[in-house]
């Protein structure tokens, strides 16, 4: 847990840093091509390709090209129709996608990670619900395909790592994840990227830099290690922890507005549904080993 704890405060920075400083100025594309091939550097130093079988590199980059690639090509071009507090609303539906894809991938249908999932919904809602603008749908589509791909990539590498061969440590085996996702975003910036949008100020390429080897390179190794140590309703919560910890961001550095009693309410329902999903689990592993 501590590690998802660790990533949230970190992350909570890049919704604000984005909306101010690369929306609308810097090519999406380039941003997350950017963003991807300075993580990708920082692991390929401790890549050992004999490490793995090719069944495992191959779904670490297919991993990597969904979870990384795909959803920053889709959450890059939601600033583009949507304000930062209404992409952080929208990620709200994310630990439903969790429970329920890690469900369907273990065979199974677990109500209670559902219910708690949920109930993280209801306080990411309490905090941001209000009017949106003429670009809700199709802001809201490309949100969902972002929190679609996050989640898939989450469940996918917590089952994938059991897998893994556990006398290498991971930081030496996640280069490829990296490098799916380097692949995926080189492509989407030749198909689509506009050369004459590139950062022009340095503080645009700080900003990338910041977000490439801290925010992707350190957050999603550190996130999806975390991923692993939790089980999937303990996950699909702290996916929801981003929204107070982006708003609090938002507010303290770029003086936005914010309901402060929304917020502390919703911030406190969510880790109610912390705390009553830990409860479960305790209680559910306390029944297993009567």
């Known amino acids: 847990m501590g590690y998802l704890v660790g990533v949230t405060v970190l992350w909570a920075f890049s919704f604000s840093l984005i909306g101010a400083y ?3 100025q810097v090519d999406s594309y380039f941003a997350v091509l950017t963003r991807i091939a300075l993580a990708s550097l ?3 130093p401790f890549l050992r390709p004999r490490m793995l079988a090719l069944r495992h590199i191959l779904s670490l980059m297919g991993i990597g090209a969904i979870q990384l690639g795909l959803m920053y090509i889709f959450f890059y071009q939601s600033f583009q129709l949507l304000s930062v507090p209404e992409v952080l609303l929208f990620t709200i539906f994310t630990p439903l996608y969790i429970t329920l894809i890690d469900d369907a991938m273990a065979g199974r249908f677990t ?8 109930l993280a919904v209801i306080g990411a809602a309490v ?3 209000e009017g949106v603008n003429s670009g809700f749908w199709a802001g809201f ?8 791909c996050f989640a898939l990539g989450q469940v996918a590498y917590r089952h994938l790592a059991v897998q893994l061969p556990r006398d290498v440590a991971q930081f030496r085996l996640f280069g490829w994840f990296y490098l799916g996702a380097l692949g995926l975003a080189l492509l989407a910036f030749g198909l689509f990227g506009n050369a004459e949008k590139l950062p022009t100020t340095s503080l645009q390429w700080g900003v990338l830099g910041w977000l490439g080897l801290v925010a992707s390179g350190l957050g999603y190794f550190l996130w999806n290690r975390g991923a692993t140590q939790v089980d999937a309703g303990a996950l699909a919560i702290m996916n929801n922890a ?3 910890a982006g708003l609090l961001v938002n507010l303290v550095i770029w003086n936005r507005d914010a ?3 929304r917020l502390a309410l919703g911030g406190a329902i969510i880790v109610v549904s912390l705390v009553i999903n830990e409860w479960w689990v305790k209680r559910r592993q306390a029944v297993a080993a009567a």
């Open 141 to 148: 589509l490309v949100v969902q395909g972002a929190n679609l």
């Open 111 to 118: 109500p209670f990670y559902l219910l708690t999932a949920a």
């Open 259 to 261: 309901d402060l009693v």
């Open 127 to 129: 905090i941001r619900y």
């Open 42 to 44: 920082l692991f390929l």
């Open 22 to 24: 690369l929306s609308g």
């Open 242 to 244: 981003l929204i107070p």
